[in-house]
């Protein structure tokens, strides 16, 4: 059930200036406010009234009296201008299949207005207020999963949210039901409005949907890639590895790439104080750790700086007016190429990528903690009675299918250029696809994670009963108490196991693990 926002709600103001990723998580997760500052109001009227003198001219001008795309050669007659861009929105809202999620409506909507505010887009500052309306009303528009190529922007996903500014479509309302689109603005008292030269064009016309799913899925492998550096210290202790190769001289003196040095330092935090580690030379000596113990900072690492360097294109992206064509400050009107979601998509599909890789590692991981052969003195499967009991087998079954489809979610959609609009749009980025299969491998990656929690939370538990030769560290113990209070069930006999995996996977999603760890340890990075 959702909501439309609350009058005491954050508020995030929107003006010249760049917005943040933050304010773009706040909209789209927090329900909070939008409001356009004084400033934009008047860069956008003094925008708009350079585009209403082009009106004026005979000359034609592309988006403001020509057709669009393959159909840009067409001069549009002023009583005619009104009908074009109304028909614009309506026949480029074509998107298929099921809804997307409201947070990205909710993103992709604050995103296009961010590029309205910014006075580029020659819309009257109408439009964006009306924008800013159905947000704070809780209207969300009925995207579809497809229609965008990501490129002339996310099309089609802007399309169906313009119709709704328009008074047409399909929307829920603030209690997530889909009503009439009159009926939600009458109610949320929004006049419909009625779009004039290049208004519609600049509604469409941006790299929005894929940008704001970038940011969130940054900010959700943050969380990730701390979670592993934890489910992978905790696997460490249970199977009495060495944490030496985490010490820091190992790292940023001799190699250094940043995200390794803080998967390095996360991992010895959350180890530090344990009595487990250190004992690889006891009863079945080894002279190393396997790669998937030894080598995770390495991992984590580079999928930590892969995300620096996707922050760094987001942060770009959030600075730009993205529109075709554009208002420059000496008042002239210019076509361009800079709706092209080639940046934003290489990201998106170098993410899934890392993601994928994470997964992968962490299930090896698993792995090792269920083969009696490799686990150092664990029992099979970490079963109760192996042979009556399977333990957590099937887990790392599942844990497996979400590698798998991972593995296959990480195939670039970047690569790919479908050609469109009669070979005018003949390239494009196919961020959107890209964008869409990164959301699944960032829920996949956590559940992933939640399978490596269960099996090391357990032979912890294992180790902890056998009292072998130490303590937990304060800070897996934390952890281990988190999934136990969190209702994922230790040690023991078989049991319907799927509502621990689930409860763990929620642990992981909320952040809740990561915040348990942190209260022992002091922040993680």
Not at 68 to 76: D, E, S, Y
Not at 381 to 402: C, E, K, N, R
């Amino acid at each position: 059930m959702h909501s439309a926002v609350a009058p005491d709600a954050p508020l995030v103001q929107v003006g010249k200036a760049d917005v943040s990723a933050e304010d773009v998580l706040a909209v789209a997760r927090g329900n909070a406010r939008v409001e356009i500052g004084p400033d934009a109001l008047a860069e956008m009227a003094a925008a708009r009234a350079r585009i209403d003198a082009l009106a004026a001219e005979p000359r034609p001008v592309y988006g403001v009296s020509t057709g669009f795309g393959a159909l840009a050669v067409r001069h549009i007659s002023p009583e005619l201008r009104a009908q074009l861009q109304r028909s614009l929105v309506r026949s480029h809202a074509a998107g298929m299949g099921p809804a997307v999620e409201r947070e990205v409506v909710r993103a992709l909507m604050f995103l296009r207005m961010k590029t309205l505010a910014s006075g580029r887009t020659g819309v009257r500052p109408l439009v964006a207020q009306t924008m800013a309306a159905l947000l704070n009303a809780g209207i969300t528009p009925v995207v579809r999963e497809f229609g965008s190529l990501g490129c002339s922007g996310d099309l089609a996903p802007l399309s169906h949210c313009a119709l709704v500014l328009m008074g047409e479509g399909t929307a829920t309302g603030p209690d997530g039901v889909e009503k009439p689109v009159a009926e939600l603005l009458a109610a949320a008292g929004i006049e419909p409005v009625e779009l004039l030269e290049k208004e519609g064009l600049a509604l469409i016309n941006g790299t929005d949907g894929m940008l704001g799913m970038l940011v969130m899925a940054i900010a959700d492998l943050q969380r990730l890639f701390t979670t592993a550096d934890i489910t992978a210290a905790m696997t460490l202790e249970a199977l009495l590895g060495t944490d030496k190769v985490l010490a820091p001289e190992l790292h940023a003196p001799i190699r250094p790439h940043p995200g390794q040095a803080l998967s390095a330092a996360n991992m010895l935090a959350v180890l530090k104080g344990s009595g487990l580690t250190g004992h690889h030379q006891d009863d079945a000596p080894r002279v190393q750790d396997a790669y998937s113990i030894r080598c995770a900072p390495q991992v984590a690492g580079a999928g930590r700086d892969t995300l620096a360097h996707a922050q760094l294109v987001a942060s770009r992206e959030l600075a730009a007016s993205v529109d075709n064509p554009v208002v420059l400050p000496d008042g002239r009107v210019e076509s361009n190429g800079n709706f092209h979601g080639a940046p934003v998509a290489y990201v998106l599909d170098f993410l899934a990528i890392a993601a994928a890789d994470l997964g992968s590692i962490s299930e090896r991981r698993t792995d090792r903690l269920l083969d009696k052969a490799r686990s150092h003195g664990l029992p099979a499967f970490l079963a109760d009675d192996p042979g009556v009991d399977s333990g957590l087998m099937i887990a790392q079954y599942t844990q497996a299918a979400l590698v798998s489809e991972n593995k296959r979610l990480a195939v670039p959609a970047s690569v790919d250029s479908i050609p469109s609009s009669a070979m005018q749009e003949d390239h494009v980025s196919m961020g959107w696809s890209a964008a869409r299969k990164l959301r699944q491998a960032v829920e996949n990656l956590g559940r992933i994670l939640a399978v490596e929690l269960t099996a090391a939370a357990r032979a912890l538990e294992i180790r902890q009963q056998a009292d072998a030769s130490g303590g937990l560290a304060p800070a897996t113990a934390a952890a281990m108490a988190a999934a136990r209070e969190a209702g994922v069930g230790g040690a023991g006999r078989d049991r319907f196991l799927s509502p621990d995996l689930e409860a763990a996977a929620a642990l992981v999603a909320s952040g809740d693990l990561v915040r348990a760890v942190e209260r022992v340890t002091g922040p993680l990075a």
